[in-house]
């Protein structure tokens, strides 16, 4: 059984920081892509930023810049640090992990963790 936990969500004014972190536990041979994703209230889930196995990134245009993600392969553990942070970025921001097991790799979703960014 796969878990992914996010933390670090919060309040913060515009122009603050917060660092979420995903750490996945279970029987883990690997992590292999892993990304962020957020969902604002009435909107769809969007990718916010992605980081493959070998550590390349991508990001949406809206968070290049200011937002980095990261991964510490010996922790299982993925990082997104969020820098001059804006009203618009108030989501829920999700983790999404692609997973070997010893019997399965499949993606797997942690269950949220809310950024409020006040004005």
């Known amino acids: 059984q796969v878990q992914l936990v996010e933390s670090g969500g919060g309040l913060v004014q515009a122009g603050g920081s917060l660092r979420l972190s995903c750490a996945a536990s279970g029987n883990i041979l690997s992590i292999n892509a892993a990304g962020w994703y957020r969902q604002a209230p009435g909107k769809q889930r969007e990718l916010v930023a992605a980081?493959?196995?070998?550590?390349?990134?991508n990001y949406a245009d809206s968070v290049k810049g200011r937002f980095s993600i990261s991964r510490d392969n010996a922790k299982n553990t993925v990082y997104l640090q969020m820098n001059s942070l804006k009203s618009e970025d108030t989501a829920v921001y999700y983790c999404n992990a692609n997973i070997d097991t010893t019997t399965v790799s499949r993606n797997y979703w942690g269950q949220g963790t809310q950024v409020t960014v006040s004005s």
């Open positions: 980081i493959i196995r070998s550590g390349v990134t």
